[in-house]
């Protein structure tokens, strides 16, 4: 199986459709309901609801997922029926294989119902419609990348003590992504040292994502926090809560962390955990719906356009 534990949950749908064909006489017993096996239609909704719910058993590479609901209706034509599936799920993968089975064996129940009436029944034709969902629903295109900086922040790391792991991760992590990283340092943990190298980022180098790794926690020389407070205009709230109800999935300790993200006119700096692993799984909580903050800054509307790096 594919690991999704990395991934953040989303509104996943899916819509499915698959056709039988029978002869007119045959599809008109099902319409009159004189099929000696019962009510057909009825029967195949039920039994196709059920088999989306248990797709995972079936399908080797499915993931269990919660089906929040589920729709299955019949279009019935004079000599065919055609299933149709919609199925919605908050969940970390999508649903397309959930609707597809649930047209497939909706039909298949069709078939066993009407089997001792017609000898030339026929169906497949089975496809998907459409899919919405997951992170390609989120991502904003920009005609030139934007201007980074990753500033990792620890005494340590600094002078030597410590190699540095997650300001590399961050870095590796941003070529996925529009983010030209111009800018990569180490600098101690010291408040006023912090406010000072931000400022400069943002008001002299024209640096748009500002992302910084290390002292949020509540050691004794933790003033990340602190320090981007008096270098921010407005605070972003929504992306520091991001960051810790994604890791508070993982790990209690996500709740001993203290991140701050914030704009600086219009600039965007985060602060992320010192660890290369809190690092990682804050980036995953974020990207790439994170950057749709920089076409609202710049005076778009909330939908996804392509827009430059503006000044």
């Known amino acids: 199986m594919i690991d999704v534990s990395s991934k953040f949950c989303t509104l996943r749908y899916a819509k499915a459709e698959g056709i039988l064909t029978a002869s007119q006489k045959t599809i008109s017993r099902v319409v009159n309901n004189k099929v000696p096996k019962g009510d057909v239609l009825q029967v195949a909704r039920a039994a196709g609801i059920a088999a989306a719910k248990r797709t995972a058993e079936w399908i080797v590479f499915c993931h269990n997922l919660p089906i929040d609901w589920l729709g299955l209706d019949f279009e019935v034509k004079a000599d065919s029926i055609i299933a149709t599936s919609k199925v919605k799920a908050i969940w970390k993968t999508g649903v397309e294989m959930e609707a597809l089975t ?20 026929t169906f497949g034709r089975f496809r998907l419609i459409e899919k919405k969902g997951g992170k390609s629903q989120f991502t904003d295109k920009f005609t030139t990348p934007l201007k980074g900086a990753v500033i990792v922040i620890s005494d340590d790391t600094f002078v030597g003590k410590r190699k540095d792991k997650s300001g590399e991760i961050v870095q590796k992590f941003l070529t996925n992504y529009p983010v030209d990283v111009q800018a990569y340092e180490v600098i101690p943990d010291d408040s006023e040292r912090i406010t000072e190298r931000l400022i400069q980022l943002v008001d002299e180098q024209k640096i748009r994502l500002i992302i910084t790794t290390g002292g949020t926690g509540f050691g004794p020389k933790d003033f990340t926090p602190e320090a981007t407070r008096k270098v921010i205009q407005i ?8 960051i810790r109800s994604h890791g508070k999935m993982r790990t209690p300790y996500a709740m001993l962390s203290r991140e701050v993200a914030g ?8 602060n992320l955990p010192g660890s290369s692993r ?10 790439p719906g994170l950057l749709h903050i920089f076409p609202m800054i710049w005076g778009g509307k909330h939908e996804k356009i392509k827009s430059s790096d503006k000044p």
């Open 278 to 287: 809190g690092a990682l799984e804050s980036l995953e909580a974020l990207f």
């Open 263 to 270: 704009l600086r006119k219009k600039s965007l700096i985060i």
């Open 235 to 242: 605070e972003a709230p929504g992306i520091a809560e991001a």
């Open 102 to 121: 649930a047209v497939t064996v909706a039909l298949l129940n069709i078939y066993d119902m009407l089997k001792p009436l017609d000898d030339d029944i």
